[in-house]
C-alpha cells in the first residue's frame, strides 16, 4: 500500500509498525467517513479473528498497537495512521 507523506510521517512519530497497518487492512473493520475514506480499526470480533491468524503469544506481544487505526483515501493511499483513545462514532 501507498503512503502519503503524512502517513509516513505519523507512523514514525506514533510508533506504529507496517505490520500493524497490514492487519488493519486484512483484518480490520471498515467504517466510511462521508469525506472520502474508509477507516479501519480493530473490533472484538476482528481482534479474536486475528488472534486466531498469527496465535495468542503475538498478539499478547502486540497489544500495544492493536487500539491503532488507519485512514485510506478511496485510491487506496494510506492517508493517516494514529491510536484511538475514544470509541470510533458510525
Not at 509516513?8 to 473493520?29: K, S, T, Y
Not at 488472534?51 to 485510506?72: D, F, H, S, T
Amino acid at each position: 500500500m501507498h503512503k502519503s507523506i503524512h502517513a509516513a510521517v505519523r507512523c514514525q512519530q506514533r510508533g506504529i509498525p507496517n505490520l500493524v497497518i497490514e492487519w488493519l487492512r486484512d483484518f480490520g473493520d471498515e467504517i466510511h467517513d462521508h469525506q472520502g475514506g474508509t477507516i479501519f480499526t480493530f473490533t472484538r470480533s476482528t481482534r479474536r479473528d486475528l488472534e486466531r491468524a498469527v496465535g495468542r503469544q503475538v498478539i499478547r506481544r502486540m497489544n500495544e498497537w492493536l487500539n491503532a487505526y488507519i485512514v485510506v483515501s478511496d485510491e487506496g493511499v494510506l492517508v493517516t495512521a494514529g491510536k484511538r483513545y475514544k470509541r470510533i462514532k458510525h
